[in-house]
Structure formats: C-alpha cells, structure tokens
C-alpha cells in the first residue's frame, strides 16, 4: 500500500457486516476500520474487545464512486479476506480465503460508526 491512505469511504468507519452465503451465514460482524490503516473486527452480538485483538493492515480502494474494494490479512487465523462493498445498494460480496480454503462470501452492510 505505500504511502496510499485507505478510501476515505471506510478510513475511521465502524462497518456492521451481515453475512447471507459463506461459512459465517446469519452471522454479523463489526469492522473497526482505523484511521492508521489497521482494522479490527469482532462478532457484532459479542461485547467488543475480547482477550485477543488483532489489528492487521488493510487495503481499501475506490473503484466507482458507489464501489470500494476493501482487503486484509488476519494473521492469527491466516485468512485473507477480500470484499467488494456497494454503497448504493448496501451489499457486500467477496472471498474468504487460506493457504487450504476458498469461500465466496455475500451479504449485506450498514456503516455504524
């Protein structure tokens, strides 16, 4: 990523994802998109900050005006996960993905913070 800042659609954002196909349908999760270009991420039903916090790198890139493209790595788990968020119709579709596993991934999303 260089000296490139994340998109400003999702730079200091708290984004609620609410997955409908995937290995966490029916689940939401709560993105912390932080200004330093690091990002959290917790079970939205679950409090926040749990024992363990990872904080990977992210990429978010503007494609269209209504389309960003947003990417990271969690190293404890060594899934990437690659999503497509559409601001015009709130829907998210994307991968999740290992060094073993690929699973297309879809749902929904609102920005809560």
Request: charged share 20%; no cysteine; net charge positive.
């Amino acid at each position: 990523m260089g000296n490139q800042q994340p998109a400003a659609a999702v730079r200091g954002k708290t984004i609620r994802l609410t997955w409908t196909e995937g290995p966490t349908k029916g689940m939401s999760h709560e993105h912390v998109f932080h200004q330093d270009g690091t990002v959290e991420w917790y079970d939205a039903k679950s409090p926040r900050g749990g024992s363990r916090q990872e904080k990977p790198k992210y990429a978010a890139v503007k494609v269209t005006d209504d389309v960003y493209a947003v990417s990271y790595l969690a190293p404890a788990s060594g899934y990437t996960l690659t999503v497509v968020l559409n601001l015009q119709d709130k829907r998210v579709v994307g991968f999740a993905s290992s060094a073993k596993d690929w699973y297309p991934v879809q749902g929904t999303f609102e920005v809560v913070r």
